[in-house]
């Protein structure tokens, strides 16, 4: 089992950077895929982007493809989320989620077993 926390959300103007964190704690973290996710005020959360458990293959949503990359530390057990050239569509809750190995990255949440709490970004125009 791991548990996972967000951090390093905030307010940022359109065009801006904001790094996302996801500390893991629990055993054995570089077997895990790991995935950020997203939901806005009134709106399904959507997928944003995963990482295999070695950091070799990286999948991501077509919004954000180009602008946004996941990479691992594993040695600091933490996931990041680097987003650029945000947009005031990309505000949303911010959420960093765990789960098994797969061979193929899975872009849904049902496939992630554990979730942190969230992370607010708000990017302004």
């Known amino acids: 089992q791991v548990q996972v926390v967000e951090s390093g959300g905030g307010f940022v103007q359109a065009g801006g950077s904001l790094r996302l964190s996801c500390a893991a704690s629990?055993?054995?973290?570089?077997?895990?895929?790991m995935g950020w996710f997203r939901q806005a005020p009134g709106k399904e959360r959507e997928f944003v982007g995963a990482?295999?458990?070695?950091?070799?293959?990286?999948l991501y949503a077509d919004s954000v493809k180009g602008r946004f990359t996941i990479s691992r530390d594993d040695a600091k057990n933490t996931v990041y989320l680097q987003m650029n050239n945000l947009k005031p569509e990309d505000t949303a809750v911010y959420f960093c989620a765990a789960a098994g190995r797969y061979n193929n990255l899975p872009d849904y949440a049902r496939a992630f077993n554990y979730w942190g709490q969230g992370t607010q970004v708000t990017v302004s125009s």
């Open positions: 990482i295999n458990w070695s950091g070799s293959s990286t």
């Open positions: 629990g055993r054995a973290f570089n077997a895990y895929t």
